[in-house]
């Protein structure tokens, strides 16, 4: 029996009837000061110090936010009820009961104690803890948000000591027993929406109850409670346990550090947090070492692509002599979130994954072989996600469960939920496996190289003296150029209640604006000015509710403040413009009239202008000219392949514009096979601006007999869809096409006839 004995304010100590137990927690709130700094290097020291002064200042000011919303909120109470917490997970895990302690973890703290339990079982292994000491419990981060969207309160917490455990083993038909003192070093995060209030000095949920209404909810498995309806593990009454990471590979969040996964949160998502996308990782991680060990696909199967699941169903496939490789008793050392890129159809996340695990085999009796000693690996877990799916905030941290009807995922084979069936895997709703590699691959290289474009590091070169003889320089990432974020994005983001000290740009409407004024002088027509503004919106990646937000703005533009603006903003702004001219394939006369007339309001002149329409014109054509009908082609296919199958119907539209691309059924087959094995090699748009070139070269092609049948329109609205073009796009873009290729049909014979008529007048003259 476990029994928490309170000593005095800072020292606590538990009894047990039969283990004689001993804890003691020595809470060092501001124990961050004094911890070592190691290395011999006076100037790198200097800096380390100076960070860890900033770490303090930001986590004063979280706290002070923190304090705001919960003025009953007090850290050495935290303190104290975090080591209860602790206390009461080693009693769940020696009992291998957690009903009781399961509504104050996240799913994936959940899923890795279970996964721990059952693979102890099936080794023959349990344990019994009979002393425990804690020696230190230190806060090492603290943070905030007081924005509207996204705003949880984090703490984590290191927690060092060492448990004398005792293990019994069975092997072959001896039981061993083996005693242990084991190290512990751990930082444990919790998580709490902001605005929830400290109702007493205990998690509410440590005992199998309800955070809102204390009902008892130890034996349910969904999310909600069934008394009060509350999301039992939001955190939005109570803190929850969302990260459990060892002491030596912890690393503290800097939020605007890891500027793609910020520039994602504001830029896509409000309602991201890498603090969900970290839990949904370990989630994943353990249900494929699950899969390891019984060497079947199926733990996989609501939470991984059908591509993914395919192939790898065939590594879990023993070889010529039964034997298969297997890791056991894993250990997650971190999980961070290296990186997010933000593309049609399907977003990534990519998870950088350290772990640890005993390397062996597994033969077709289920005997074990084991490395002696356990290897340590460093894995990057890509995550994808359909382009423009919003994060729940109420389902932060309830990652295994079905995100329509709350059920708990289970391990069965089906990529449906047994309650609603939906489907799970496919990444319309969920973050989704989609592979799996070595961190420093250059397949991984290459992902995080892409989703840090256009962000670019400072770095200091730092001299330091090693002895007396020897200098060593040393390269520091000392910052990160963040992208530019406009004004109305930033709106109402706070960071432990503080704006974030970021540069702030000019909102791509105002450009929005600035033509419509300017059209307006020009005597445009409405209609073909409301066009040109809604394709320079969908350049700059407005959204229309923005847009049309801005245009009924009251407020007057400032055009004198525009010759200020930051001459990279100005050139994004002209590249806009220009490929809204260029890309339909023809320059209207007002269009180059209006081109002209914002480039000078923004501080451009006619040369650059000219130069900008030379540069654009020589890319498209770079892009496109030579390029083969079937290398097209092969776009359109890939593209139909996104969602790792083709029905009948879809393979007889394929057909239809296959025809126009002088493609072979046989060809069209093969291209098929070899979209849905990954392996047709096609080129890609390098930005929005190509793909529509290329989208008019095929409905060119696809209007070569005068007319676009459903089939064909049906497939080139699918690969428009992939660059974010709507299916009303596509339709107004056949039709112009229509359009100008029947003027320019016109022009062509009326050249002809004329031609025609000067050769017969040369013959009359001889």
């Given at each position: 029996?476990?029994?928490?004995?309170?000593v005095q304010?800072?020292?606590?100590?538990?009894g047990?009837?039969?283990?004689?137990?001993?804890?003691?927690?020595?809470?060092?709130v501001?124990?961050?000061?004094?911890?070592h700094?190691h290395?011999?290097?006076?100037?790198?020291?200097?800096i380390?110090l100076?960070?860890?002064?900033?770490?303090?200042d930001?986590?004063?000011?979280?706290?002070?936010?923190?304090?705001?919303a919960?003025?009953?909120?007090?850290l050495?109470?935290?303190?104290?009820?975090?080591?209860?917490?602790?206390?009461?997970?080693?009693?769940?895990?020696?009992?291998r009961?957690l009903?009781d302690i399961?509504?104050?973890?996240?799913?994936?703290?959940?899923?890795?104690?279970?996964?721990?339990?059952e693979?102890?079982?099936?080794?023959?292994?349990?344990r019994?803890?009979?002393?425990?000491?804690l020696?230190?419990?230190?806060?090492?981060?603290?943070?905030?948000?007081?924005?509207?969207?996204?705003?949880?309160?984090v703490?984590?917490?290191?927690i060092v000591?060492?448990?004398?455990?005792e293990?019994?083993?069975?092997?072959?038909?001896?039981?061993?027993?083996?005693?242990?003192?084991e190290?512990?070093?751990?930082?444990?995060?919790f998580?709490?929406?902001?605005?929830?209030?400290?109702?007493?000095?205990?998690?509410?949920?440590?005992?199998?109850?309800?955070?809102?209404?204390g009902?008892?909810?130890?034996?349910?498995?969904w999310?909600?409670?069934?008394?009060?309806?509350?999301m039992?593990?939001?955190?939005?009454?109570?803190?929850?346990?969302?990260?459990i990471?060892?002491?030596?590979?912890?690393k503290?969040?800097?939020?605007?550090?890891?500027?793609?996964v910020?520039?994602?949160?504001?830029?896509?998502?409000?309602?991201?947090?890498s603090h969900y996308?970290?839990d949904?990782?370990?989630?994943?991680?353990?249900r494929?070492?699950?899969?390891?060990?019984i060497?079947?696909?199926?733990p996989?199967?609501?939470?991984?692509?059908?591509?993914?699941?395919?192939a790898?169903?065939q590594?879990?496939?023993?070889?010529a002599?039964g034997?298969?490789?297997?890791?056991?008793?894993?250990?997650?050392?971190?999980a961070?979130?290296?990186?997010v890129?933000?593309e049609?159809?399907?977003?990534k996340?990519?998870m950088?994954?350290?772990?640890?695990?005993?390397?062996?085999?597994?033969?077709?009796r289920?005997?074990?072989q084991?490395?002696?000693?356990?290897?340590?690996?460093?894995?990057?877990?890509?995550?994808v996600?359909?382009?423009?799916?919003?994060?729940?905030?109420?389902?932060?941290?309830t990652?295994?469960?079905?995100?329509?009807?709350?059920a708990?995922?289970?391990?069965?084979?089906?990529?449906?939920?047994?309650f609603?069936?939906?489907?799970l895997n496919?990444?319309?709703?969920?973050?989704?496996l989609?592979?799996i590699?070595?961190?420093?691959?250059?397949a991984?290289?290459?992902?995080?190289?892409?989703?840090?474009?256009?962000?670019e590091?400072?770095?200091?070169?730092?001299?330091?003296?090693y002895d007396?003889?020897?200098q060593?320089?040393?390269?520091i990432?000392?910052?990160?150029?963040?992208?530019?974020?406009?004004?109305?994005?930033?709106?109402g983001?706070q960071?432990?209640g503080?704006?974030?000290d970021?540069?702030?740009r000019?909102d791509?409407?105002?450009?929005?604006?600035?033509?419509?004024?300017i059209?307006?002088?020009?005597n445009?027509s409405?209609?073909?000015?409301?066009?040109f503004?809604?394709?320079?919106a969908r350049?700059?990646?407005?959204?229309?509710?923005?847009?049309?937000?801005?245009m009924?703005s009251?407020?007057?533009?400032?055009?004198a403040?525009?010759?200020?603006?930051?001459?990279?903003?100005?050139?994004?702004?002209l590249?806009?413009?220009?490929?809204v001219?260029?890309?339909d394939?023809r320059?209207?006369?007002w269009?180059r009239?209006?081109?002209?007339?914002?480039?000078?309001a923004?501080?451009?002149?006619?040369?650059?202008?000219?130069?900008?329409?030379?540069a654009r014109t020589?890319?498209?054509k770079?892009w496109?000219?030579?390029?083969?009908?079937?290398?097209?082609f092969?776009?359109?296919?890939v593209v139909?392949?996104?969602?790792g199958?083709?029905d009948?119907?879809?393979?007889?539209?394929l057909?239809s514009?296959?025809?126009?691309?002088?493609?072979t059924?046989q060809?069209?087959?093969?291209?098929?096979l070899?979209?849905k094995?990954?392996e047709?090699?096609a080129?890609k748009?390098g930005?929005?601006?190509?793909?529509?070139?290329?989208?008019?070269?095929?409905?060119?092609?696809?209007?070569?007999?005068g007319n676009?049948?459903?089939?064909?329109?049906?497939?080139?609205?699918?690969v428009?869809a992939?660059?974010?073009?709507?299916?009303?796009?596509?339709k107004?873009m056949?039709?112009?096409?229509?359009?100008?290729l029947?003027?320019?049909?016109q022009?062509?014979?009326?050249?002809?006839?004329a031609?025609?008529d000067?050769?017969l007048?040369?013959?009359?003259d001889?």
């Open positions: 029996m476990y029994e928490l004995l309170p304010s800072i020292l606590l100590a538990v047990g009837e039969i283990a004689g137990f001993v804890v003691v927690i020595v809470m060092i501001g124990g961050i000061l004094t911890e700094l290395g011999g290097f006076r100037t790198l020291s200097l380390r100076g960070n860890k002064r900033a770490r303090m930001q986590m004063d000011q979280a706290l002070e936010a923190i304090q705001e919960d003025p009953n909120f007090d050495q109470n935290f303190c104290a009820a975090a080591g209860k917490a602790f206390i009461e997970l080693e009693k769940a895990v020696d009992s009961d009903n399961r509504a104050f973890m996240s799913d994936g703290i959940y899923q890795r104690v279970i996964f721990r339990l693979e102890e079982e099936s080794l023959g292994r349990y019994k803890t009979d002393k425990l000491e020696t230190e419990i230190v806060p090492v981060e603290v943070s905030s948000a007081k924005n509207n969207e996204n705003a949880f309160e703490i984590s917490l290191r000591g060492k448990a004398h455990r293990y019994q083993m069975k092997h072959a038909e001896a039981s061993i027993a083996l005693d242990e003192i190290p512990i070093s751990e930082v444990w995060t998580l709490r929406r902001r605005g929830a209030k400290t109702r007493s000095g205990d998690f509410g949920s440590i005992h199998g109850n309800c955070p809102n209404c009902a008892d909810v130890s034996v349910n498995q999310e909600k409670c069934p008394a009060c309806d509350s039992v593990r939001s955190g939005e009454h109570d803190w929850v346990l969302s990260e990471s060892d002491g030596s590979s912890w503290v969040t800097k939020p605007f550090k890891m500027s793609s910020t520039r994602y949160w504001i830029k896509q998502d409000k309602g991201f947090s996308l970290e949904r990782a370990s989630v994943i991680f353990f494929k070492f699950l899969a390891d060990r060497g079947t696909i199926d996989l199967g609501k939470v991984a692509t059908d591509r993914f699941c395919e790898y169903a590594k879990l496939q023993p070889d002599n034997t298969r490789m297997i890791f056991l008793q894993p250990k997650i050392l971190a961070d979130v290296s990186g890129i933000a049609a159809p399907l977003d996340a990519l950088h994954v350290r772990w640890t695990a005993l390397r062996g085999t597994v033969d077709k289920g005997d074990f084991l490395e002696r000693d356990p290897v340590q690996f460093s894995s990057m877990m890509v995550l996600r359909q382009h423009g799916t919003m994060t729940r905030i109420e389902r932060t941290i990652s295994s469960h079905c995100p329509k009807c709350g708990p995922e289970s391990n069965n084979a089906s990529h449906a939920c047994e609603c069936h939906t489907v496919d990444g319309a709703l969920e973050w989704t989609a592979d590699l070595p961190f420093t691959s250059t991984a290289l290459a992902l995080r190289k892409k989703a840090y474009e256009g962000i590091p400072k770095v200091a070169v730092m001299t330091s003296e007396e003889d020897t060593l320089k040393r390269v990432v000392v910052d990160q150029t963040m992208p530019a974020f406009t004004k109305s994005e930033m709106e983001i960071i432990d503080a704006t974030p970021i540069h702030v000019e791509d409407v105002t450009l929005c604006r600035l033509i419509g004024v059209s307006t002088e020009l445009v409405r209609k073909s000015a409301q066009g503004i809604l394709e320079v350049a700059c990646e407005i959204p229309r509710e923005v847009l049309i937000q801005g009924k009251r407020t007057p533009l400032d055009r403040h525009l010759r200020d603006l930051n001459p990279m903003l100005v050139k994004r702004w590249s806009a413009m220009v490929d001219c260029l890309i394939g320059l209207e006369e269009e009239k209006l081109l002209n007339a914002t480039a000078l923004i501080g451009l002149s006619q040369y650059d202008v000219d130069a900008l329409m030379r020589l890319q498209l770079e496109t000219d030579g390029m083969r009908s079937v290398d097209m092969a776009w359109v296919v139909a392949a996104s969602d199958k083709f009948p119907r879809e393979v007889d539209q057909k514009l296959a025809a126009e691309f002088k493609i059924n060809q069209l087959k093969e291209m098929c070899a979209a094995r990954n047709l090699e080129p748009p930005d929005f601006g190509i793909g529509k070139y290329w989208l008019i070269r095929m409905i060119d092609m696809a209007l070569a007999d676009i049948c459903a089939n064909e329109q049906r497939v080139l609205t699918k428009g992939s660059i974010g073009m709507t299916s009303f796009d596509m107004q056949i039709r112009r096409r229509r359009s100008i029947h003027q320019q049909a022009q062509a014979l009326r050249q002809n006839q031609s025609a000067d050769s007048h040369v013959e009359r001889w």
